[in-house]
């Protein structure tokens, strides 16, 4: 079975430009997270996806960051413009869904690292 | 109150010792919890679910105290390559909304 696939693994940019990261989940997974990483902290969750619908984006810094999972399958998250503290690994997961074997079962991807100069 | 709630250590311990991490959480309607182990530098995975009965696997044994609202992780007979941060999470159960604690970092000492 294929993983959770993520790109870029390294970014780095200056302050105020733009970056977008892409992840496509485990195929046939219906939830999707993205979770941002920062050193030495745990992972904090910014938006869940259910299919195409958003769950939970109430950590998701909505004046710079968006995602969006059009088709239900993959997805994007953007941050224009990034700061200085947005330096982080940006984790995406996916799951099988609720009510599936294994719901809650997270399988990650190998994350992005991105660097804010 | 944090959703999760771990010790960030650093647990310094001897190979062959038993090391036990505790995590506590506020939500009582939360539904299941986990562990999950990261390495350096790498993505989270998960060690092991924590079952109301508590449960075990190998020298791994992870126990759930709902009136107390903690989950724990026991490790015996630690090996070097035990050594890993712990990630202690929670599932609160609004749409399988998963939550992470800080983590514990475990160092295995030879």
């Known amino acids: 079975e294929a993983g959770v696939a993520q790109s870029p693994r390294y970014k780095i940019i200056e302050k105020r430009q733009s970056v977008a990261f892409w992840c496509n989940p485990i195929s046939g997974h219906a939830t999707l997270y993205w979770y941002q990483q920062i050193l030495g902290q745990g992972p904090k969750l910014l938006i869940q996806?259910?299919?195409?619908?958003?769950?939970?984006d109430s950590q998701l810094p909505k004046d710079r960051f968006s995602a969006e999972r059009l088709k239900g399958v993959d997805s994007t998250l953007k941050i224009q413009p990034a700061k200085l503290e947005d330096s982080a690994v940006y984790l995406c997961?996916?799951?099988?869904?609720?009510?599936?074997?294994?719901?809650?079962?997270?399988?990650f991807g190998a994350g992005s690292r991105l660097t804010v100069l | 109150r944090k959703e999760v709630e771990q010790d960030p250590g650093p647990f310094n311990v001897p190979e062959g010792a038993t090391v036990a991490f505790n995590c506590t959480y506020s939500?009582?309607?939360?539904?299941?919890f986990f562990w999950y182990r990261q390495d350096c530098r790498k993505e989270p995975k998960l060690l092991m679910s924590?079952?109301?009965s508590g449960n075990e696997d190998g020298r791994f044994t992870a126990q759930l105290n709902r009136a107390s609202q903690y989950i724990s992780l026991l490790i015996r007979d630690s090996k070097l390559s035990d050594s890993a941060t712990y990630l202690c999470?929670?599932?609160?159960?609004?749409?399988?909304?998963?939550?992470f604690g800080k983590g514990t970092r475990l160092h295995i000492l030879p």
């Open positions: 999470v929670v599932n609160i159960g609004r749409d399988d909304k998963i939550i």
């Open positions: 996806f259910q299919n195409n619908g958003v769950v939970d």
């Open positions: 997961a996916s799951s099988p869904g609720t009510g599936m074997a294994g719901a809650n079962v997270l399988t």
């Open positions: 939500n009582s309607a939360s539904q299941s």
């Open positions: 924590v079952y109301s």
